[in-house]
T-cell receptor
Framework: GAGVSQSPRYKVAKRGQDVALRCDPISGHVSLFWYQQALGQGPEFLTYFQNEAQLDKSGLPSDRFFAERPEGSVSTLKIQRTQQEDSAVYLC?????????????FGPGTRLTVL | GENVEQHPSTLSVQEGDSAVIKCTYSDSASNYFPWYKQELGKRPQLIIDIRSNVGEKKDQRIAVTLNKTAKHFSLHITETQPEDSAVYFCAASVRGNNRLAFGKGNQVVVIP
């Protein structure tokens, strides 16, 4: 079946611009995660949704970062007033249930470059 | 919070030899340990995982071992092939939260 998809795959923004990154999880998956992956590093947690509820946003680096999942399916990560340090790959992952031992399936990521 | 470390950072092996990557974690409450393979520009793909109620799991050429007392787990790849060349990430579940804490990754290079 279809996996996790993300769009756009690549985004170039000028410093100060706002961007919106979209994630389409696997249909029926309850849990959705956003991670940030800097070059040469492992993914770092940003935020977690259980259906439409954002249960953990402790990883969001600043109040410029905002995420939503209004209908418990598609999610959007928004970054306001982008800075150069926001340049990274933003990965979305989903899992079937709320169990901590559930497999997380990753999307291809959005590579954000802030000039 | 959970801290996951991977060693070595880069590993080169001759085709056909075995590769072993080790990870340590800090939180004794972690109960799920997946390994992901990531090729350049691609998404992380789960290759094997282990839960805290078992000590070893094998899937064809890939195996993972877990030592809960020492808080470390290892990925073993036997009979390596050029297509095994990639970055491998270990991860551990975080107490009270469904997220994963990842290591920094290991670059594995299989030399034909």
């Amino acid at each position: 079946g279809a996996g996790v998809s993300q769009s756009p795959r690549y985004k170039v923004a000028k410093r100060g611009q706002d961007v919106a990154l979209r994630c389409d999880p696997i249909s029926g998956h309850v849990s959705l995660f956003w991670y940030q992956q800097a070059l040469g590093q492992g993914p770092e947690f940003l935020t977690y949704f259980q259906n439409e509820a954002q249960l953990d946003k402790s990883g969001l680096p600043s109040d410029r970062f905002f995420a939503e999942r209004p209908e418990g399916s598609v999610s959007t990560l928004k970054i306001q007033r982008t800075q150069q340090e926001d340049s990274a790959v933003y990965l979305c992952a989903s899992s079937f249930s709320t169990a901590s031992t559930d497999t997380q399936y990753f999307g291809p990521g959005t590579r954000l470059t802030v000039l | 919070g959970e801290n996951v470390e991977q060693h070595p950072s880069t590993l080169s092996v001759q085709e056909g030899d075995s590769a072993v990557i080790k990870c340590t974690y800090s939180d004794s409450a972690s109960n799920y340990f997946p390994w992901y393979k990531q090729e350049l520009g691609k998404r992380p793909q789960l290759i094997i995982d282990i839960r805290s109620n078992v000590g070893e799991k094998k899937d064809q050429r890939i195996a993972v071992t877990l030592n809960k007392t020492a808080k470390h787990f290892s990925l073993h790849i036997t009979e390596t092939q050029p297509e095994d060349s990639a970055v491998y990430f270990c991860a551990a579940s975080v107490r009270g939260n469904n997220r994963l804490a990842f290591g920094k990754g290991n670059q594995v290079v299989v030399i034909p």
